[in-house]
């Protein structure tokens, strides 16, 4: 796993050129897909390490546009759960708190679509373990160059299904009622 910072971005830039002028290289010269686990481990990360402050969000947001400079796809996952995006009523927000709200409002704003995993409002169930949500992001628009027309708009407006994960790694997904 490589820790991301402004260093590693531009090292991953000189070997996605360096592969894309490679004998092996893709023909058409397409760019990679990036897919980065956990990305908001970074702002906790910073707050951790002795006199350091966290990574602002706009700083890891600016990382994450760099990435997407470099690849034809980028997808992030990281941690949205209502204690880190809502302020806790016991006092204010921690600074970590605050720049984790900031930055995964920033990444739902840019993003094309958004998808969530969440427990079972109604609780623990055998045969549900919880609901995947697929949504538009605020950046709904195609990739670069593109326009979404309206069907393919209306093909991608979301939705929400039960998914049940068994303990031998195997995961069902189906519709409500189904």
Known sequence: MIPLNPANVHTLAALIAQQSASPDAPPDGAKPIVIVDA????????AQQPHHSSPAARTLASLV???????HSTTLACSAD????????SGPATPLETAHRAFVVTL?????FVLQLRGLGTGAA?????????????GGGGGEGEEMTEDEDEDDAGGEWLYLAKG???VSVWGKGE
Not at 82 to 89: G, R
């Open 65 to 71: 546009l760099g990435l997407r400079e470099i690849s």
């Open 39 to 46: 990305i908001d481990v970074t702002l906790a990360l910073g």
């Open 168 to 170: 031998d790694g195997s």
């Open 126 to 138: 055998r045969d549900v373990s919880g609901v995947l949500r697929v949504s538009k992001g605020g």
């Open 108 to 112: 739902a704003h840019q993003a094309r």
């Open 82 to 89: 209502l204690a880190l995006l809502h302020p806790s009523a």
